[in-house]
């Protein structure tokens, strides 16, 4: 398929700006085909309307006829074979198995919400029947349940060129909830955007969905992106990146004249608490886990385990011995673009130049800064130089730890005290050793949206149970997940109906449950008829 560099707005192509960028591969520097149009403000506006036009239509179709155009989205990404996997692997250097890894994730996620839309029950449809006869007062008939809330911003992230892009679970959340998508594709990847966009064209073609359901936008986020959450059509934004970034669309949307909620997924460090007892049982194969978990994809993962707590002893010592040997060892890789690379680069030399910080462990493999090579490094440092120092709370994306070393368990408290909200905590323990631990986990727990017991975080399990957010700056909004089906609880919103005409109520609350789906009724769940 020869890429074309032009924006969607659903079916139409459109560049009439003459602003322009180009795709690099950051392992060689090359600079790959195609040039791509940055949207102008006309075509922003253009999106916005064509996605309202569409959400007329698109959030009044069946729960089977979306689930059916999300199956085919996962049908014509797979169609798109080696192409779209050899685009990936040129625009951000990961390696194949990352690529088709993340493909599969794409499609299972969408494979997902359309099994969930079958379903019917994440409506949470609920039936409170009329009771006349009521005494004092007569009890009227009032049907709740979720419904869409309109067209969705979607910002795709560099770290996910598949997964959290143009087809990840951002649109395939809103896409489920029965909301119009608007992609702002990611500069560091815009031909792989362009291979997903058109794959989306293409299942909603194929399904008879409205023109306006999908559109993808070229342009900085900046300009482009700061435009389309400003539009009075969009209703919510989905975000994945830096804090600084999801802050600054989290404060632009509420200074609109009607505020939007942004669901920014943003930084973490996501602390990893390390007990004596589990490090002299197992502290070798512990070391060498984090060791790997540190510089899983060149580090370049939102659950990089950033921080590791433990008490000042000898099995700490022996433990971070172990750990910076297997530092030592990683070969520097490349990182995803040159704003990742500069970003990590001043991150971590500002962390390393911190009174009281040693280095113990860093790749002895020199790193080549012309091929965006980031340098696998372990840091160390005393728990009161921790607590008076907020640099070293800072998130460094990229292959970077710092283990801090506590001299008590008053220090240990006082540290993951002074933590913000975080996505993931994790603790190595044994299970005999909750008891002395308790408060020091439940104050973990406060901070977190998930923690793990003896595992490491990074590989965040797409299913219904997971919750990947957390307090602030962790997210915006820690009531909500951006993996899993239950993502799709951001793009709705509940509607009550009371004393409706049944025939003219929603399928979903009509008496007979055309859909046969299960339901609140009464207070008791049923999917049965209402006689």
């Not at 209703?235 to 669901?263: C, M, Q, Y």
């Not at 603790?427 to 308790?438: D, K, S």
């Amino acid at each position: 398929m020869t890429l074309h560099g032009n924006n969607f707005i659903g079916h139409t192509l459109a560049s009439t700006s003459d602003e322009t960028s180009t795709a690099t591969n950051p392992a060689t520097g090359v600079t790959l085909d195609c040039s791509f149009t940055a949207a102008s403000m006309e075509e922003v506006k253009q999106a916005a309307e064509c996605s309202q036009s569409a959400f007329a239509i698109y959030s009044k179709l069946s729960q089977l006829k979306r689930a059916e155009f999300l199956d085919a989205i996962g049908d014509e990404i797979m169609a798109l074979g080696d192409e779209l996997v050899q685009r990936a692997m040129d625009e951000t250097a990961l390696p194949e198995a990352r690529i088709t890894g993340e493909r599969g994730r794409t499609v299972n996620q969408l494979r997902a919400f359309a099994n969930l839309l079958r379903d019917g029950s994440w409506l949470e449809a609920t039936i409170d029947l009329a009771d006349p006869n009521r005494t004092p007062v007569p009890k009227v008939d009032i049907r709740r349940m979720l419904i869409p809330i309109g067209p969705v911003v979607v910002f795709a992230a560099s770290n996910f060129p598949l997964a959290f892009s143009t087809a990840g679970g951002d649109t395939a959340s809103a896409l489920a909830g029965g909301n119009p998508v608007i992609v702002k594709a990611h500069s560091g990847h815009p031909g792989t955007s362009e291979l997903v966009a058109n794959a989306i064209i293409a299942a909603s073609q194929k399904t008879n969905m409205p023109n306006g359901v999908f559109s993808m936008l070229h342009g900085s986020g900046r300009t482009v992106g700061q435009a389309l959450v400003k539009h009075p059509r969009v209703k919510a934004v989905g975000f994945t990146g830096s804090t600084h970034a999801g802050r600054t669309l989290f404060n632009i949307a509420n200074d609109r004249p009607e505020p939007i909620p942004v669901f920014a997924e943003m930084g973490s460090i996501n602390p990893v608490l390390v007990t004596p007892k589990a490090l002299s049982n197992d502290g070798d194969s512990i070391a060498t886990a984090y060791a790997g978990s540190i510089t899983l994809g060149t580090g370049q993962f939102c659950t990089n385990p950033g921080l590791i707590i433990g008490l000042d002893s000898v099995e700490l010592d022996n433990f971070v011995t172990i750990l910076g040997k297997a530092i030592d060892k990683v070969t520097p890789s490349t990182m995803l673009n040159p704003v990742v690379f500069s970003g990590f680069s001043k991150s971590y030399q500002k962390v390393l130049a911190q009174p009281g910080i040693s280095v113990v462990g860093q790749s002895e493999e020199a790193a080549d800064a012309d091929k965006l090579q980031a340098r696998p490094t372990v840091g160390a440092v005393d728990a009161k130089t921790f607590l008076t120092n907020q640099e070293l709370h800072c998130e460094v994306f990229g292959p970077f730890s710092l283990v801090v070393k506590c001299a008590d368990a008053e220090e240990l408290l006082q540290v993951v005290t002074s933590l913000e909200g975080q996505l993931t905590a994790s603790v190595m323990a044994e299970e005999t050793e909750f008891p002395e631990y308790a408060t020091v986990i439940d104050t973990l727990q406060s901070r977190v949206g998930r923690i793990l017991f003896n595992g490491v975080p990074t590989g965040v399990e797409v299913c219904s149970a997971m919750q990947h957010g957390g307090p602030y700056p962790a997210a915006t909004d820690s009531r909500f997940t951006s993996v899993g089906t239950a993502a799709i609880k951001r793009f709705v919103r509940p509607i009550a109906y009371q004393n409706w005409p049944d025939a003219a109520l929603p399928d979903e609350l009509q008496n007979n449950n055309p859909l046969g789906i299960w339901r609140l009724v009464d207070n008791s769940w049923t999917a049965n008829k209402i006689v």
